[in-house]
């Protein structure tokens, strides 16, 4: 079986607490899917494309902790985002760069997303 490797964003597991402890769960952020999906765009646009099958291969997923996130699942994409020096195959960073391209950009969606499901759930003070 293929191994995959995935990205998350940093932080997330805070947020995610903060919102179970008002009841809330990261799945009810209406921008969440907008996340994931651009992460993974820009994920796959970073990615080497000799052939494009790596590229094409990055998907928009949802984690076990319920959390947006990126994955490849191409059997080579974690030899290729990390390298192996034994096999003289320097590492890319592809998914690593993904998110110092998208932090900003992410983080605004995320509080988009949460200050809207605050209005929602009528929690302004």
Known sequence: MAKAIKAELEGMSEVVARLNSLGLKLTDIPTMPVVAQRYAEVTASLAPKRSGFLAGKIKAVKSKKNQAAARSSAKYSAVINYG??????????????????LAQELIALIN??????????DLQP
């Open 84 to 101: 192996n020096p034994k096999r003289n195959i320097r590492a890319q960073h592809f998914m690593n760069r993904a998110d110092d391209v």
């Open 112 to 121: 988009k997303g949460i200050d809207q499901l605050i209005a929602e759930q």
